[in-house]
């Protein structure tokens, strides 16, 4: 059962792996936005002092629940912000870039900690599923066989030991019907004398 169940495990591995490859180049990249971001935002720090950052706030996030090589991930599906109404004429000029730069980097985060949170998962099943490899092709696969090796060696060695010991039981009978001859002979020999 092992040995037909053990492509199918490696198969598992396999795509969690490639999973897990994606999920980190993905995760990478979301840094690498994130830190483009950020340096946006820092060009601009003198003036985030004046910025009222309650402007912005995440309202919801839209999750759906997806079946990778038989585990389930967490999927981002919307993430919607609040963004409050604010005094278009009594406000800079600038508020406007500056709730696009939040929104931007909010958004970027919140993929970024899914992504995450889904490489996370990925890779604890990928682990468990190439120690279950390992365990079936290192230590389960070779002590079966083994034990059937044993077995079939003993079987062979119990029907070895009964065909000898046929043999020496059809051996003694051929002995002692050649001595019952022998014997018969022997006696209708001595009767024929007499």
Known sequence: MRQRTLPIIKSKETALRLEVKKCKDEADELDRKLEQQIAGYESMYALWGEFDQSLVALKDVELDVKKIAGVRVPILKNIRLDVKPFGLFSAPKWYFDGINLLQGLAKTAVEREFVVAKLG????ARRKTTQ????FEKVQIPGFQEAIRKIKRFMEDEENLSKSSQKIL????????KADEAKAAEKQGKEGAA
Request: hydrophobic content about 30%.
């Open 132 to 135: 279950k490899v390992n365990l």
């Open 121 to 124: 998962l990925l890779d604890h």
């Open 170 to 177: 059809k051996s003694l009978q051929e002995k002692r019907k």
